[in-house]
């Protein structure tokens, strides 16, 4: 038995060292940027992978200047084409926002990256209906506020010898191997991304109703001590000389609907109301010729319910840096009243001239 154990010794440990030097090389989550290599690791499909425990990392081994940072919730994670607007503000600009991420999980990711990163100017804040949830907002959070603006080993060591990241390297290179292409095809790929026809587009639209209904929207009580939270944060952000401009995420008629079906409506315009007495934001969910586009294979500002596309995530980036134009509205304590009356207007006209979308949400979250 002592050289079978001292065998299987030797076998883990050839197997750890290999693990790690593969990893490091591969790097499916774009953290260590040592090299990429055409059909090994240039692609990284798995990058979004295990977010909760990468974006930190990656901020910390990124010695480059960052300008400006969004953080959110996949309802702004979705849209947001980081080089567009790098492009447009002239700015380095990174998206630090987490799927399904939390108020506080927000604050926590912006507050790291002004605290690793100084030199941020701005910070843009995408505020989310149910993430003011009572429910929700009490139990969501993930994130660890940092204690070191250098990276640590309880931080660098499952990047490097986990078995999910030994999985996404395997992915990686798979991956890359299969779809062997140059750098301006992969450039082309991803730009044909913003035309791409949605042929599964009711499905996704359908499903996502019914995470809403059943998630977030069947037990839903605002929570206003949320906005303190946002508060407390704006004052950190000042103290450190950083501009944090907020923005209500964009959102499709279907799901303000699925909120109306839900008795909701008005804790809807409450949460916006409250968000007006306290900051200025930019509303990107007012109901528009955008997010009433009829769903079938042909759509192009949504992807579902609540996730818009990259097509109108680069009209808003034109809104942001070029000049202000319909896809939002800047909204104040003293335009607010005006803005709510307007979209319950349309909210109550768009229902009356399309009764069969209503009918569908109805059937959809049944």
């Known amino acids: 038995m002592k050289h079978y154990n001292i065998n299987i010794l030797i076998s883990l440990v050839l197997f750890t060292i290999f693990s790690i030097i593969f990893n490091y090389i591969i790097d499916p989550f774009d953290i260590f940027k040592v090299i990429k290599k055409k059909g090994i690791n240039c692609e990284k499909p798995c990058s979004y992978k295990q977010e909760r425990m990468t974006k930190i990392p990656q901020l910390k081994f990124n010695k480059n200047n960052i300008d400006y940072i969004f953080v959110g919730s996949s309802k702004t994670q979705w849209w ?8 447009l503000a002239g700015k380095n600009i990174l998206s630090m926002g987490l799927s ?6 927000s604050i926590i990711m912006a507050e790291n990256s002004i ?14 209906f149910f993430s003011f949830s009572s429910n929700y907002y009490e139990t969501s959070v993930n994130i660890e506020r940092i204690t070191d603006t250098e990276i640590t080993k309880k931080e660098i060591m499952p990047l490097l010898i986990s078995l999910d990241t030994l999985k996404y390297s395997f992915q990686t290179l798979f991956y890359n191997i299969k779809n062997n292409k140059s750098d301006n095809k992969i450039k082309n790929e991803q730009e044909s991304q913003l035309t791409k026809k949605n042929k599964r587009a009711e499905h996704y639209f359908k499903e996502t109703i019914k995470k809403y209904d059943r998630d977030y ?51 809807y315009y409450e949460f916006k109301k409250i968000l007006a007495e306290n900051v200025n934001y930019y509303d990107l969910s007012l109901i528009n010729e955008y997010n009433t586009e009829s769903v079938n294979p042909e759509i192009k500002y949504f992807r579902d319910s609540i996730h818009a596309t990259g097509v109108l995530g680069n009209l808003f980036a034109e809104n942001f840096y070029i000049k202000q134009n319909n896809t939002a509205e800047y909204i104040t304590k003293d335009n607010i009243d005006y803005f709510i009356m307007r979209d319950n207007h349309n909210l109550e006209d768009y229902i009356n001239k399309n009764k069969e979308v209503v009918t569908k949400v109805k059937e959809w979250i049944k």
């Not at 947001?80 to 492009?87: A, E, G, R, V």
């Not at 399904?100 to 999980?105: K, R, T, V």
């Not at 605290?115 to 989310?128: S, W």
């Open 80 to 87: 947001l084409n980081t080089d567009y607007h790098s492009k």
């Open 217 to 267: 929207y069947s037990d839903y009580k605002l929570n206003k001590n949320a906005i303190k939270e946002i508060m407390n944060f704006k004052d950190f952000a000042q103290k450190r000389n950083v501009e944090v401009i907020y923005m209500v995420t964009p959102t499709h008629i279907t799901d303000i609907i699925n909120i109306k079906e839900h008795g909701l409506l008005k804790e």
């Open 100 to 105: 399904s991420s939390s108020i506080q999980e």
């Open 115 to 128: 605290l690793i990163h100084p030199e941020i100017k701005k910070v843009y804040f995408g505020l989310d």
